[in-house]
Each structure stands twice: as C-alpha cells, then as structure tokens.
C-alpha cells in the first residue's frame, strides 16, 4: 500500500487549496478513504470522509460547508478541497485507508498564514 499525498503549501487566510492523494497497491474503488490533519502539539483528527463509489460524506464540524472531498477511481485519487482557509487549519494533511490495518502517507504539510 502506498499513500502519497500532494498539493500543500503555503497560502493567505481566505485562500484556498486542493490537496491530492495517490494510492496504489491495493483496489481503492473497495475502500472508503479519509483526509485527516494534525496540527502542531494536538493529535490527528478526522477532517473529512468518502465512502467507496462516493455515496457517502461526511466532515468534521469544523470544516463544514469550507472543505469538499472528492474522490476519482480511475485515477485511484482522493481529493480535499479547501475553500476559506484560516490560521487554524494549519497541519499536516494525511489520507489514510484502513484495511483491517490503518496505512498512512507521509503527509503533506498546510500553513495558511498572512
């Protein structure tokens, strides 16, 4: 299983951001994926959540109505996009699978800062 996200940096608060997730080595239409964050000195929350095919969401409260996950099976990629970044959404962005074990990426790292 590999995992390589793709796509932070640094951006403006209001700013916006598309954050991408390869994923190979295992049949990712079968899979429900997540995008989860951690911030500097707190643990990693769940941000958002796509079942496998699409037909499910599901966000944190927190991101509501800012941040929309997407996901393409032909391409075997998931995708957060990120509308209206604040200082507070400043992580490391992961997107894990679980497979009876959980895999992660490497992360990609988000700072939304003026």
């Known amino acids: 299983v590999q995992l390589v996200e793709s796509g932070g940096g640094l951006v403006q608060p209001g700013g916006s951001l598309r954050l991408s997730c390869a994923a190979s080595?295992?049949?990712?239409?079968?899979?429900?994926m997540s995008w989860y964050r951690q911030a500097p000195g707190k643990e990693r929350e769940l941000v958002a959540l796509i079942s496998s095919f699409g037909s499910y969401l599901n966000y944190a409260d927190s991101v509501k109505g800012r941040f929309t996950i997407s996901s393409n099976n032909a391409k075997n990629t998931v995708y957060l996009q990120m509308n209206s970044l604040k200082p507070g959404h400043t992580a490391v962005y992961y997107c894990p699978v679980d497979r009876g074990v959980r895999y992660w990426g490497q992360g990609t790292q988000v700072a939304v800062s003026s």
């Open positions: 080595g295992f049949t990712f239409s079968s899979y429900a």
